[in-house]
């Protein structure tokens, strides 16, 4: 046994790297799930099964940055799991015509096209013969079990492009909803703010069932940075919500990186979103945090709840880490405020059998908006090599971590990105 591994064992029970839970609430006076507790809650309409390889930390701390690696790519390589339509129809770069029934003789050929005429219960099959346009609005959306599905041909990576008009590249706005198997890329928006591979947003009343599986996301963010403001925001998935809300939300399998988040974050829930799911995710090489789960700022009474954070390999994400030429100059150089998996307000969490390595801040529980984070338990997580610390809980009440795996071990270093030298604005 090295001695570095013994530190690893007496870690676990350590807790130095923490910053204890605060005792006193800073602001209302909601002892549970957050103001908005009289609705009732949605079920999640199948359970939620951990994958066979879960990690144990202990044994997975012997492991070298190979092994993590693969272990993301696996998870984001896993195919998904659809729910069963009775009816289908098929899109064709290549060899659709909006003009066709979408059958799969004779199939439309855009995915806006789609959008606006599919009907619950029915899966949208789209091959990859081509490139499709991106700002796809999906508003029609499924009703009770009678789910409309978009999704990859099975063997297949369709790719979809950004629209520079368009804020998203795919935009959720729409109940019993999958978007599954498809690549998400290059939707770069220099100097305008808020670019999202995939954004789940309801406008007109509450969603609920929307499941965002085994999408490869990639390229977000500005084509050119504006230099002297390093002004802009891209996010690589995100669901947000103020006064209606999201629920049964699932972002499972997916792989997300080279996001340049700027002053955002790149997986992301945000607002009145109760009852979610942020498993198997593959984050890696992003400039800013790479998974937030974020309470009270859309709205100071409105916090996401009842959330499963879980089975995710998030690697490389930092400030001024990745790419080398270029950084995140939303920050000073030298900068180390990302963070791995970041919980900014929330209550009924569970974040357990992660990876994080070689983020600013592994994993952080801080709340940024006046309110405490409630009722968070933050177990069985493997944290290495963080430039500033492993584990943070901050302002708390009723949160405990426990059998976490810390460990700063020189081997599990990235020699490219440690060569990296922080980047000036």
Do not use: K
């Not at 609005?137 to 409309?148: C, F, I, K, Q």
């Not at 930092?318 to 405020?337: Q, V």
């Amino acid at each position: 046994m090295t001695p570095s591994f013994a530190r690893v064992l007496a870690s676990i029970a350590s807790l130095g790297l923490v910053a204890t839970a605060a005792a006193a609430c800073t602001g209302g006076d909601d002892p549970g799930g957050g103001p908005d507790a009289g609705r009732d809650p949605v079920p999640f309409d199948t359970p939620y099964v951990a994958p066979a390889d879960r990690i144990d930390p202990v044994d997975a701390a012997t492991w070298d940055d190979a092994a993590f690696r693969a272990l993301g790519a696996a998870r984001a390589a896993a195919p998904p799991t659809l729910p069963a339509t009775a009816a289908a129809r098929y899109v064709s770069a290549a060899t659709g015509d909006d003009g066709n029934d979408g059958s799969a003789a004779a199939p439309w050929q855009t995915l806006h096209h789609a959008a606006e005429v599919v009907e619950p219960d029915t899966t949208v099959w789209i091959d990859a013969s081509g490139d499709y346009q991106g700002g796809v609005r999906l508003a029609r959306g499924g009703r009770d079990g009678a789910w409309v599905v978009f999704a990859a041909m099975p063997g297949t990576r369709p790719r979809v492009v950004g629209d520079p008009d368009s804020d998203a590249v795919i935009e959720v706005d729409a109940s019993w909803v999958v978007v599954a198997g498809l690549e998400i890329a290059d939707h770069q928006r220099a100097g305008l703010a808020d670019t999202y591979g995939i954004d789940v947003e309801p406008s007109a009343g509450d969603l609920a069932h929307v499941q965002i599986l085994s999408n490869l996301v990639h390229d977000i963010g500005p084509g050119v940075i504006d230099a002297p403001s390093c002004a802009y925001d891209g996010h690589g998935i995100i669901a947000q919500a103020e006064g209606y809300r999201i629920a049964a939300l699932t972002i499972d399998g997916n792989e997300v990186h080279d996001v340049y988040a700027g002053s955002s974050e790149v997986v992301v829930v945000n607002g009145l979103v109760e009852g979610f799911r942020v498993t198997r995710n593959y984050v890696h090489d992003v400039d800013n945090i790479a998974i937030d789960i974020i309470g009270y700022e859309r709205s100071p009474v409105e916090t996401t709840t009842d959330g499963l954070v879980a089975d995710n390999v998030v690697l490389d994400a930092s400030n001024y880490w990745p790419y080398c030429t270029r950084g995140n100059c939303a920050y000073p150089a030298g900068d180390e405020s990302s963070d791995g998996i970041y919980v900014d307000g929330g209550a009924d969490l569970v974040i357990e059998h992660n990876v994080v390595g070689r983020a600013d801040h592994g994993i952080e529980l801080q709340s940024e908006n006046g309110e405490l984070i409630r009722d968070a338990e933050v177990r069985f997580n493997l944290v290495f090599n963080s430039n500033y610390r492993n584990l943070t809980i901050g302002a708390s009440e009723r949160t405990s971590e426990h059998d976490n795996v810390l460990l700063d071990e020189p081997r599990l270093d990235d020699p490219v990105l440690a060569s990296c030298a922080p980047l000036s604005p």
